[in-house]
């Protein structure tokens, strides 16, 4: 949701803080912040809008070199975005800032107490409350992390905590619960930031926190301590990717970028997943191969496009193994009492890792004696942790906040859980499994020629920026496109564009059908299931008769769907299961063009964040 950033070493603190928030504004981008210390001095600059408005500040501001500081990206919750909000908050004293990604659910009842007391408060956030009681405590004994172990213990909800105090020039203390935060390690010089991101310019060796835990950060050294004051460790590891994976590599956005990073990302993430046994393997497994077999129902849960891949791998799943399967939303699964014992296996699909509605979800299924696997992009991220198993996507870091290369890799792990399971519970052989691997591995260099011909792509999506409104439809698999597909644009072009089951056109949404309404089709192969065809070729005709323009999306040498549309978009031959790998490719292309058009912020659409890590 926020990003945030601490520094202390050597290095001008400014410097590191402001270029560690560049690489995490993903993560917001409503206000920026930071404060630095200086010959026992705190300097705090904060700016409404994006991370140049903060930057500008801090030139016509010339404050005096730190060697120390924190910094933060907001995406708003309590408090609209504006100067006054933005972090870091300070204490009444001015002597201590502090910063927050997360809610404090308490900060009604810590406010008013606080007031009581004669403080005086001066923005709308819950944040403030964590940086007023953190001045309090520290007046105290002027101890940094014992103040801020004594106010972890007053707060409710989520939250990561950054602090920095003037009579402490040299100090950063960060506390976590239900947010992440690493540790960079140095060499006379440490970092904590929510993302490695932020300091893998500098250094590729981490430490990861764990829940509830407090660290302090010195040139020196770094010490972790539980919330209960006692001494604990984080776990420490190499990142595996360098800065390049960070940068947009000659495109001219990061969404660009990433589509175009996608057969790569298939490939890696397919990678050496399979032993000499031919059996598939998972990344961390705390479950028998007897939990497996004892699995009778599966329950998929994840938000926004992870939650699309979740729909696909529904197909997948039932037709491989023969197992129920539902898909359905983290924020309405933990609501509504679903059915769940210890042979339901819950699968959480979430990018980040960090996806408050998922993680939530997960903990309901775990509290309910559900198994849970999870399938991520952030290793280490809190839903693989709190996970009976786990299998990372290798996607690499995705900045851009619409999602593209890490929902091709969750499918491509789906499929791999899929087919594990099959193998597991005896109903696939290996060579069937080795069939459906031989056609996995083969669709990168797919990928890689449909990004080849996107062209025509980006013109048919800028003579739709007229119409201002797009609809897609699909059938099987091709639905959970359609709705991926109306996701890129709805987020990236801020237009109306809707995803539907194109049997359900004729059930009420076909009277949005009007003269010029570009409808896009999803349309299966002809081959095999030539009844799917059939339906969606009828479908096609039932728009074109009401005056749409049609657009297919099919198969190379589909010339049925070439006749019934008024424009095609093809992509190479694939087992139907196996399709939205390709399919979803153009649609991403065309969202971009067709934003492009219309002006719109690529990386950065508005009122939006990469991780949410809030309900
Ligand atoms: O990190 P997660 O996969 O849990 O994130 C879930 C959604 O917030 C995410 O997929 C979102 O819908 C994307 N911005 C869509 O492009």
Redo the contacts with the bound molecule.
């Keep these: 949701m926020c990003g945030i950033v601490g520094y202390t070493g050597g290095r001008s603190a400014a410097g590191v803080v402001v270029d560690g928030l560049r690489r995490l504004e993903y993560r917001g981008y409503d206000s920026a912040g930071v404060a630095l210390i200086d010959d026992g001095e705190l300097h705090q600059v904060k700016r409404a809008g994006k991370l140049a408005n903060l930057e500008s500040a801090l030139d016509e501001a010339g404050l005096p070199e730190s060697r120390c500081g924190i910094g933060h990206t907001r995406w708003a919750t309590h408090g609209v975005p504006s100067d006054r909000n933005a972090h870091p908050h300070l204490s009444n004293d001015g002597r201590i800032a502090l910063i927050h990604n997360g809610i404090i659910e308490n900060f009604g009842q810590l406010r008013g107490e606080l007031e009581a007391d004669g403080v005086r408060f001066s923005s709308e956030t819950d944040t403030e409350v964590a940086a007023q009681l953190l001045g309090r405590e520290y007046a105290a004994d002027g101890d940094l992390t014992k103040a801020m172990t004594r106010v972890c213990a007053r707060l409710e909800g989520a939250f990561t905590l950054l602090a920095v105090a003037a009579d402490d020039p040299h100090t950063v203390v960060g506390a976590r619960r239900n947010s992440p935060l690493v540790v960079g390690i140095g060499d006379g010089e440490h970092f904590l930031a929510s993302d490695v991101a932020a300091f893998i310019a500098h250094t590729t060796e981490a430490v990861e926190l764990g829940q509830d835990q407090i660290v302090t950060i010195t040139p020196e050294g770094i010490a972790v301590r539980g919330f209960d004051g006692s001494p604990s460790e984080g776990r420490r590891y190499s990142v595996d990717w360098d800065i390049s994976a960070a940068e947009k590599g000659g495109y001219d956005t990061f969404m660009r970028k990433e589509i175009n990073d996608q057969p790569a990302a298939v490939a890696d993430t397919l990678r050496g997943r399979i032993d000499e046994a031919g059996q598939i393997v998972l990344d961390e497994v705390r479950m028998s191969d007897q939990d497996f077999r004892d699995i009778d129902k599966v329950f998929i849960i ?5 939650y699309h891949a979740g729909l696909v791998t529904k197909y997948a799943i039932e037709h491989w193994t023969r197992i129920p399967c539902e898909v359905e939303l983290s924020s309405e699964f933990r609501y509504r009492d679903p059915v769940l014992d210890r042979s339901t296996l819950v699968v959480a ?4 890792g ?2 408050m509605d ?1 993680l939530m979800a997960l903990r309901h299924a775990k509290d309910q004696k559900a198994r849970v696997l999870s399938i991520s992009n952030t290793v280490g991220s809190t839903i693989p942790r709190e996970s009976d198993a786990v299998l990372y996507t290798r996607a690499g870091i995705e900045v851009s ?3 593209t290369k ?1 929902f091709l890799t969750q499918l491509a792990a789906c499929y791999l859980v899929g087919l594990h399971l099959a193998q597991i519970r005896g109903i696939k052989y290996a060579d069937e499994v080795g069939a459906v691997l031989t056609e996995l591995v083969a669709v990168p260099d797919k990928i890689a020629a449909v990004i080849e011909h996107m062209e025509p792509v980006r013109k048919l999506a800028r003579e739709a920026a007229d119409f201002g409104r797009v609809l897609f439809i699909g059938r099987h698999v091709g639905y959970p496109v359609a709705l991926e597909g109306a ?2 644009l709805k ?1 990236l072009a801020y237009i109306h564009a809707e995803g539907f089951a194109a049997g359900e056109l004729k059930h009420g949404p076909i009277s949005l059908i009007e003269d010029g309404t570009p409808v896009i089709a999803i349309v299966p192969s002809p081959r095999g299931r030539s009844l799917l065809h059939d339906k969606i070729v009828s479908n096609i005709q039932e728009v074109k008769a009401r005056g749409a323009k049609v657009i297919a999306v099919c198969e190379e040498g589909d010339d049925i769907a070439r006749v019934h549309a008024d424009d095609v978009i093809t992509t190479p031959a694939a087992p139907t299961l196996l399709a939205p790998l390709l399919t979803a490719v153009p649609l991403q292309e065309f969202a971009v063009e067709l934003a492009t058009a219309l002006g719109r912020d690529i990386d950065q659409p508005r009122n ?1 964040a ?3 890590t809030v309900e």
Excluded: H, P
């Excluded at 994840?302 to 992870?306: I, K, V, Y």
């Excluded at 699909?349 to 980040?352: A, E, V």
């Design positions: 994840a938000c926004g496009t992870s699909i979430s990018q980040s960090e996806t998922t906040v619409a999602s890490a996701l890129k987020e939006l990469k991780s949410v």
